[in-house]
């Protein structure tokens, strides 16, 4: 059993006890603007793995930035955040979406993937005597061989995951194929065209205020649970790189907004953070046309993926989502989560943690409770 020594502090230096192909890689725990700073370098950045996200939904004391260097050169990093059950000093951190390690402009090396888990597993197994989680990140392309190097490196795969299912727009695909939506879609494509919707990119702080009272009118009028962080958007915007901060893109009916969505681009994807209608948007298929009018948009940069997230237990944001990926998008079942552990405790703690979210998630499964 392993002994839990005390966590490293911001800006200290974990060497790493490894085989002579280790040799030089290092962990460091950074300041969170300082790892965000970095992201915009990688081709695998995500939003789950920016300090400020995570921080917004889980609050910044839980959230632990980590730097990896190999003779000194940054290769990578990630984002963990914990969970803990009340008296006990071990506890859960969670990668959700990590690690990075595709530098931009460089050749991937599944050495340097490797290297990232073994630093990850050395500092939060090892050195903290937690159970440390990885989720790696919903790309078609990569995914999978990410899961078979955890395995290879000790960590148990848990089929199961919440919301398994990714819906992924192939954003340079031809256009007649990135359109191949389902008949039903364009059915209602079509009928947002003719009602005479508009849809217009902004800044966020231009538009937030009418982007979350949307938003907070959808909730109360659809009466489900949220645990969308709509209020740090505006500060995602400002903390987060140019590259990666966000975009809110809204439908208009004459001056008046109906529909709307949070989008944030970051390396090789692109993300639909959150989304927004008024009854009457609804009503008129706003977001439909919100979304074709995205998907023109971001097939103008750099992201090979557009990232719709998954359906929250939802059937009818299956039908849409469904509808929207694409004759080349896909739905991709992600791989699962995959833990490891050098502690009974940490173990325990793990099994209670995953419990009360399968026990949550059940709960708001059920008539009336809700997504």
């Known amino acids: 059993m392993a002994t839990a020594t005390a966590p490293a502090l911001v800006g200290e230096t974990c060497d790493l006890v490894a085989p002579a192909a280790e040799a030089g890689v290092a962990l460091t725990i950074v300041p969170h603007g300082t790892w965000d700073a970095a992201l915009s370098q990688f081709d695998d950045a995500s939003y789950d793995q920016t300090a400020a ?27 963990a955040t914990r969970f803990s059950l009340p008296g006990l000093r071990t506890g859960l951190y969670y990668v959700k979406f990590g690690p990075v390690w595709r530098r931009t402009g460089e050749a991937e090396s599944w050495t340097t993937y490797t290297h990232l888990v073994r630093a990850l597993r050395r500092e939060f197994c090892d050195r903290r005597g ?15 061989r990410e899961a078979e190097i955890l395995e290879a490196e000790g ?25 191949g939506f389902s008949q039903k879609w364009r059915y209602n494509l079509k009928r947002a ?8 990119e902004h800044d966020v702080h231009e538009a937030y205020a009418t982007f979350a009272e949307l938003h907070r009118v959808m909730v109360e009028r659809k009466r489900f649970h949220s645990d969308d962080a709509v209020e740090a958007v505006p500060q995602l915007a400002d903390a987060l790189p140019r590259a990666l901060a966000p975009k809110i893109y809204l439908a208009y009916e004459g001056d008046r907004a109906v529909a709307g969505a949070v989008i944030g681009t970051h390396g090789d994807m692109a ?12 009503a008129r298929n706003a977001g439909y046309l919100l979304q074709w009018h995205i998907i023109e948009r971001l097939r103008e940069g750099e992201a090979r993926w557009y990232d719709l997230g998954g359906e929250a237990l939802d059937p009818g944001l299956r039908q849409f989502k469904r509808g929207l990926v694409g004759r080349q998008g896909e739905i991709f079942a992600t791989p699962g989560e995959f833990s490891c552990w050098t502690s009974p405790v940490a173990r325990m703690v793990g099994v209670a943690t995953y419990a009360a979210r399968s026990a949550r998630l059940a709960m708001r499964s059920l008539p009336g409770r809700g997504k």
């Not at 930035?65 to 984002?79: D, E, M, N, W």
């Not at 848990?158 to 359109?179: E, F, M, T």
């Open 271 to 282: 993300s639909y953070l959150y989304g927004a209608s008024s009854e009457g948007g609804a």
């Open 193 to 200: 065209r003719k009602a005479g919707l508009k849809v217009v």
């Open 130 to 144: 937690s159970l440390l989680t990885i989720v790696p990140r919903p790309n078609p392309e990569f995914a999978s």
């Open 53 to 79: 996200f995570a921080s917004a939904k889980r609050g910044s004391e839980r959230v632990v930035a980590c730097q990896v260097h190999q003779r000194g050169a940054l290769i990578g990093g990630a984002v």
């Open 155 to 179: 960590f148990n795969r848990d089929l199961y995951a919440p919301d398994p299912n990714r819906y992924l727009v192939d954003l340079k695909g031809p256009l007649d194929a990135v359109a």
